[in-house]
């Protein structure tokens, strides 16, 4: 019972100084351009929501204005929404040049898909350090899809609460050996639902899975206690066995981020593969950097006070009980 009170005291103090702005992955903007050959553009831009308001992202465009007053507005649990239909034949989409205003103080990336009038599409990244998209047709258009790696690596490296998951499996599985069956079940979990889900074989709402998924940090930080009690569970025993029944969760949230934005018509299977292959490189430089300081901290201090272990699995407990409380709040409220 005093794991629960711990836990139940840390929750508290979490929901006094909230987390909610590492509650969920800082997810990509995406803006789609249709041109077509009357003139009129159709604009779809998708602003990512931080807590309960968007980011302060606005997209500007050298030549074409796109008035507030023309844009028609709505939003789900992770964006707003706004599109335009703007005629505009005396100002041709090639030659522009896409400015997206405040991203530069953001880590988000944009995903700007284009779609020309002779069935070309153009997907591109748009970066912080590099706020500014100049659009040209290309003579040899590749498959729009190396972009969806650098998507895949974004996601993971800023996703909190999958990387505190894959933390406690560090924390928990110390044998090298074991972990490496651990992780590797983890992502063989991820990737099959990923790729059910972004296929629509399977279809969830993506509410509740990120409940589950707090919930599921919750588990591995309570056994993770039980084991620094010397508690026999089958968490410990079996570790790759609850990395995968849970993998096969945070594959569905994998999912639900990259449906924001969709993949391209042309070359599905190839993007969705190059987003899962960004997720596991970002997920083993996480693995990586991980170990390493465990190592660093092990031969920079050489008696490290038994009782500091304590903390990673009541920090990550009490983050990942706060996220289950406000994400069901979400779904009940």
Same mark, same amino acid.
């Given at each position: 019972?005093?794991?629960?009170?711990?836990?139940?005291?840390?929750?508290?103090?979490?929901?006094?100084?909230?987390?909610?702005?590492?509650?969920?992955?800082?997810?990509?903007?995406?803006?789609?351009?249709?041109?077509?050959?009357?003139?009129?553009?159709?604009?779809? /831009?998708?602003?990512?929501?931080?807590?309960?308001?968007?980011?302060?992202?606005?997209?500007?465009?050298?030549?074409?204005?796109?008035?507030?007053?023309?844009?028609?507005?709505?939003?789900?649990?992770?964006?707003?929404?706004?599109?335009?239909?703007?005629?505009?034949?005396?100002?041709?989409?090639?030659?522009?040049?896409?400015?997206?205003?405040?991203?530069?103080?953001?880590?988000?990336?944009?995903?700007?898909?284009?779609?020309?009038?002779?069935?070309?599409?153009?997907?591109?990244?748009?970066?912080?350090?590099?706020?500014?998209?100049?659009?040209?047709?290309?003579?040899?258009?590749?498959?729009?899809?190396?972009?969806?790696?650098?998507?895949?690596?974004?996601?993971?490296?800023?996703?909190?609460?999958?990387?505190?998951?894959?933390? $406690?499996?560090?924390?928990?599985?110390?044998?090298?050996?074991?972990?490496?069956?651990?992780?590797?079940?983890?992502?063989?979990?991820?990737?099959?639902?990923?790729?059910?889900?972004?296929?629509?074989?399977?279809?969830?709402?993506?509410?509740?899975?990120?409940?589950?998924?707090?919930?599921?940090?919750?588990?591995?930080?309570?056994?993770?206690?039980?084991?620094?009690?010397?508690?026999?569970?089958?968490?410990?025993?079996?570790? /790759?066995?609850?990395?995968?029944?849970?993998?096969?969760?945070?594959?569905?949230?994998?999912?639900?981020?990259?449906?924001?934005?969709?993949?391209?018509?042309?070359?599905?299977?190839?993007?969705?593969?190059?987003?899962?292959?960004?997720?596991?490189? $970002?997920?083993?430089?996480?693995?990586?950097?991980?170990?390493?300081?465990?190592?660093?901290?092990?031969?920079?201090?050489?008696?490290?006070?038994?009782?500091?272990? /304590?903390?990673?699995?009541?920090?990550?407990?009490?983050?990942?009980?706060? /996220?289950?409380?406000?994400?069901?709040? $979400?779904?009940?409220?």
């Amino acid at each position: 019972m005093k794991i629960i009170y711990r836990i139940i005291f840390l929750i508290m103090l979490a929901c006094i100084f909230p987390a909610k702005s590492f509650a969920h992955e800082v997810r990509p903007a995406y803006l789609e351009v249709t041109e077509d050959s009357a003139g009129e553009l159709k604009i779809l /831009w998708k602003q990512p929501i931080m807590g309960e308001v968007g980011l302060r992202l606005i997209p500007q465009f050298s030549s074409i204005p796109l008035p507030d007053s023309l844009a028609k507005v709505s939003a789900t649990s992770y964006y707003l929404i706004r599109t335009w239909k703007i005629f505009s034949p005396h100002a041709p989409l090639t030659g522009q040049a896409i400015t997206i205003i405040g991203l530069e103080g953001t880590i988000t990336d944009v995903l700007v898909r284009i779609n020309f009038t002779n069935g070309q599409t153009q997907t591109k990244l748009i970066k912080p350090n590099n706020p500014t998209l100049n659009i040209q047709q290309e003579e040899n258009p590749s498959a729009p899809v190396w972009e969806y790696l650098q998507l895949g690596i974004l996601h993971i490296l800023t996703g909190f609460d999958h990387l505190l998951f894959v933390l $406690g499996l560090i924390l928990l599985v110390r044998d090298r050996r074991r972990l490496l069956i651990t992780i590797t079940a983890f992502t063989i979990a991820h990737s099959i639902t990923l790729a059910l889900a972004t296929l629509h074989i399977i279809q969830v709402l993506p509410t509740p899975v990120e409940a589950v998924i707090a919930l599921s940090i919750m588990f591995l930080a309570v056994e993770l206690v039980r084991h620094y009690h010397s508690v026999d569970h089958l968490t410990y025993r079996f570790p /790759w066995i609850v990395a995968f029944t849970f993998g096969l969760l945070h594959g569905l949230g994998f999912a639900g981020a990259l449906a924001q934005v969709g993949l391209p018509q042309n070359a599905i299977p190839l993007a969705l593969f190059l987003f899962n292959v960004g997720v596991e490189i $970002g997920q083993l430089f996480f693995v990586f950097i991980v170990l390493l300081l465990m190592r660093l901290i092990k031969l920079l201090f050489k008696k490290v006070p038994d009782r500091t272990k /304590w903390i990673p699995p009541y920090v990550i407990g009490a983050m990942a009980g706060y /996220w289950f409380i406000e994400r069901m709040a $979400g779904i009940l409220f």
